[in-house]
């Protein structure tokens, strides 16, 4: 349903920095609804856990195509375009890292 997770890296710092937290639904009929802006934490093979933008939407294979903030990000630019079964889930909530 729901689930936390920690930002560990600074693929789309300044939005989101590491340390900070964010919530994603997992909920399928939540997560079939991805639009271009919205950010999802999906898995990739090599990397492991990733989030990113979703910058635009490729119906003809049902996939979408990320990037991170920066154009030096390891996104779709580099890894191609990301199937809709390897998305976790869509962030609903970003919960800033605390500064002292």
């Known amino acids: 349903m729901f ?13 989101y920095k590491e340390g900070d937290f964010v919530v994603i639904t997992t909920l399928p ?15 990739h093979g090599l ?3 990733l989030i990113k933008i979703v910058d635009r939407i490729l119906p003809e294979g049902d996939e979408v195509y990320v990037i991170g903030a920066s154009e030096n990000s390891l996104d779709s630019r580099r890894l191609g375009p990301i199937s809709r079964q390897a998305i976790k ?11 002292y």
Do not use: N
Not at 3 to 15: A, C, E, F, N, Q
Not at 29 to 34: D, H
Not at 89 to 99: D, S
């Open 3 to 15: 689930r936390l997770l920690k930002v560990t890296g600074d693929s789309l710092s300044p939005l």
């Open 89 to 99: 889930g869509k962030v609903i909530w970003h919960i800033v890292k605390p500064t």
């Open 29 to 43: 009929f939540l997560s079939r609804r991805i639009r271009p802006g919205d950010i999802i934490v999906f898995q």
């Open 47 to 49: 990397y492991g856990t």
